[in-house]
């Protein structure tokens, strides 16, 4: 066994995996280890954010923390090397090997690599060959802005080239004009596709500043250097003495300094992206009704005192849940998804039901699995861990997927109703709005009851407007008389 070859099996190199279907970068929220820390097959050793949810990441090796290549904050893309663990501590001091490449542009006709297959990921989960395209990795807390030096061999291959023999050590080459790496070989650093684009456009590369990782000249930086230049300003003539700059009166604060800008990321980004999405692709369609639910929540307390009951958690939205359920047994059409690509309607025997939760990360949406086939008990505990789980920041990306309707309980924050938009993917999702002790024409007398509204919104590509009225009417009926969770259930 080559020395080589003994030192990249001592050094092991965890990649970020695909914690989700198919995603293609996570932030590092925060290490939980240092280099020199020793850690353990399984061992937790950061916390990351996707676009779905916050995930815990374990290390598969017994050794020595090495080295963290990305501090926390940094937005790190599927398959890069993230932390590297000496196995083999023992053995003495080593230099670990340096960190893979990401796959390069081939150079042949100067056309776009394929995908390299399929990258690192967690058990249990796939990462498909992601089409996008590779983000600049953010600059970290000092660390400098130039580029580092660049081998032969990097070069060589930017160029389409073999790399040359190495040769003895020659003066120190000036630096470009223009703050560009100047390899081995004299040229700029770009890929050959980018060296295709910069000829179309008639852009010289030896006049472009850099912005890629290691010196190298982006697509970007050409599309950069090809924009019209701006107009030359006007020569001086002339003229009166420049008017003061007006000052503010005293007093008066600029309103920037009290303003504050945010990054969109994560959760949020990823439900903007997904509620644009879902507005602007499914026909929505909105129904209210205001319901008497009294006995509803007499027999919410009544359950709260039943043995079969105890310790989980009871509450208005647990009946809310089960009244819409038995709603779409009765009416099993509307649990469905419309496939736009196959131009067809896929009718679902199941039922996830998913809870929108508010967090601080954003709103989530995880669901319960087959939620039509538990009974009562079942469904309490479910959506107690539901919640709970959501609150710590502990969903897992695996269950925010696959649901097919959804309730939003608007009414914990003292609201009556709303106009909810469907989560991508489903049909349909029932809001709850709070609950309040108002005038009712109750047995032909006006009465204090316990009323509320609820609104359905539904694709109505899916749904037209009776079977939603009849779906609306259904939980109304219930939560009205929660006896029918037996005549109808």
Known sequence: MTASTAKAQRFREFKMPDVGEGLTEAEILKWYVQPGDTVTDGQVVCEVETAKAAVELPIPYDGVVHELNFGEGVTVDVGTVIISVDTDPGAGPATAPAPEQAPQDAAKDDEEAEPQGRQAVLVGYGAAPSSTKRRARKPQAGVPAQPEPVSAALQAELNGRTAPAP?????????????????????????????????????????????????????????????????????????????????????????????????????????????????????????????????TMKLVQELKQDPDMAGLRVNPLLLVAKAFLVAIRRHPEVNAAWDEARQEIVYKDYVNLGIAAATPRGLIVPNIK????????????????????????????????????????????????????????????????????????????????????????????????????????????????????????
């Open 370 to 489: 087959d939620a039509a086939a538990k009974t009562l008990p079942q469904l309490a505990e479910e959506l107690g861990d539901l919640v709970a789980t959501a609150r710590e920041g502990k969903t897992s990306p695996a269950a925010m997927t696959g649901g097919t309707v959804t309730i939003t309980n608007v009414g914990v924050f003292g609201v009556d109703t709303g106009t909810p938009i469907l989560n991508p993917g489903e049909s349909a999702i029932l809001a709850f709005g709070a609950v309040k002790l108002q005038p009712w024409v109750h047995k032909g007398k006006v009465k204090a009851r316990q009323v509320t509204t609820l609104a359905l919104s539904f694709d109505h590509r899916l749904i037209d407007g009776e079977l939603g009225s009849k779906l609306l009417a259904d939980v109304a009926a219930v939560l009205e008389r929660p006896k029918r969770l037996i005549t109808w259930g």
């Open 167 to 295: 040769a003895a050590p020659a003066a120190p080459v000036a630096p470009v004009a223009n703050g560009a790496a100047a390899g081995s070989l004299g040229r700029p650093l770009a890929k050959p596709p980018v060296r295709k684009l910069a000829k179309d456009l008639g852009i010289d590369l030896a006049t472009i500043a850099p912005t890629g990782p290691d010196g190298i000249i982006t697509r970007e930086d050409v599309h950069a250097a090809a924009a019209p230049a701006a107009a030359p300003a006007p020569a001086e003539v002339p003229g009166p003495a420049p008017v003061a700059e007006a000052v503010a009166p005293a007093g008066v604060v600029d309103a920037a300094a009290r303003e504050r800008r945010v990054p969109v990321k994560g959760v949020r980004k990823a439900t903007a992206q997904a509620m644009v999405s879902s507005a602007f692709t499914a026909p929505h369609v909105t129904e209210f009704i205001t319901v008497d639910v009294t006995r």
